[in-house]
């Protein structure tokens, strides 16, 4: 089955204390890319990665790091996590990234408090 | 930069139709894009429109879009309960990065 996955679905977790939510994708996808979802502000892109080893800032890159040194994998890093990166976040994941011709497939969500 | 609006909440019974309005500030944007959440869920594609069209129908939904005012719409005839959703509007030049809107909450009741 096709599919994006995200772990952990939920945490919560202290200030500064690093974590890492893990994205997979299973369809040898080139594109993924990571968005936050918040009440009243709807969904804002993080990071996102063209492919293997390339990754570009999104609209709100601050307080977090990517990685992609595989094809499958797009973790997200929160090195010092503040309590206003509490949030629900999608990873999501394209064929080539071209949206108007391909699906973009989101994983399950990662619901994140920061206290 | 680029900018998204949507009115945040739309109520409508089932078997009216429904428009959800977008306005977008970025006039270079090439596509725009309709999507859906159901709740607990990530977003799905709708359907999309190219910024040289005017109109796309797909089945029950209608995209208009006024390029001149930046104002797109999506229509939904016979409105379902399972309709109900947010409903995000997104624009961009068709690759690698998009803009969404805050989200319509569409709620159809029986």
């Known amino acids: 089955e096709a599919q994006v996955t995200q772990n952990p679905r939920y945490l919560i977790t202290v200030t500064g204390k690093k974590l890492t939510v893990t994205c997979s994708q299973n369809?040898?996808?080139?594109?993924m890319s990571w968005y936050r979802q918040d009440p009243g502000l709807g969904l804002r892109q993080i990071y996102y990665?063209?492919?293997?080893?390339?990754?570009d800032k999104g609209d709100v890159p601050e307080g977090y790091k990517v990685s992609r040194k595989e094809k499958r994998n797009f973790p997200l890093i929160l090195e010092s996590p503040s309590p206003n990166q509490t949030s629900l976040y999608f990873c999501?994941?394209?064929?080539?990234?071209?949206?108007?011709?391909?699906?973009?497939?989101f994983g399950p969500g990662t619901r994140l408090l920061v206290l | 930069g680029e900018d998204v609006e949507q009115s945040l909440f739309l109520s409508v019974r089932e078997g009216d139709s429904s428009v959800i309005n977008c306005t977008y500030t970025?006039?270079?944007?090439?596509?725009l894009y309709w999507y859906k959440q159901e709740p607990g869920a990530g977003l799905q594609l709708l359907t999309y429109?190219?910024?040289?069209?005017d109109m796309k129908q797909d089945q029950r939904l209608t995209v208009l879009l006024n390029k001149k005012d930046k104002h797109l719409s999506l229509r939904i005839a016979d409105t379902q309960t399972g309709d109900s959703a947010i409903y995000f509007c997104?624009?961009?030049?068709?690759?690698?990065?998009?803009?969404f809107g805050k989200g319509t909450m569409l709620l159809v009741s029986p």
């Open positions: 999501a994941s394209s064929l080539s990234g071209t949206f108007f011709r391909e699906t973009q497939y």
């Open positions: 369809m040898n996808h080139e594109y």
């Open positions: 990665s063209m492919n293997v080893e390339v990754t």
């Open positions: 970025d006039s270079s944007s090439t596509y």
């Open positions: 429109i190219f910024s040289n069209m």
């Open positions: 997104a624009e961009g030049e068709g690759y690698s990065t998009l803009t």
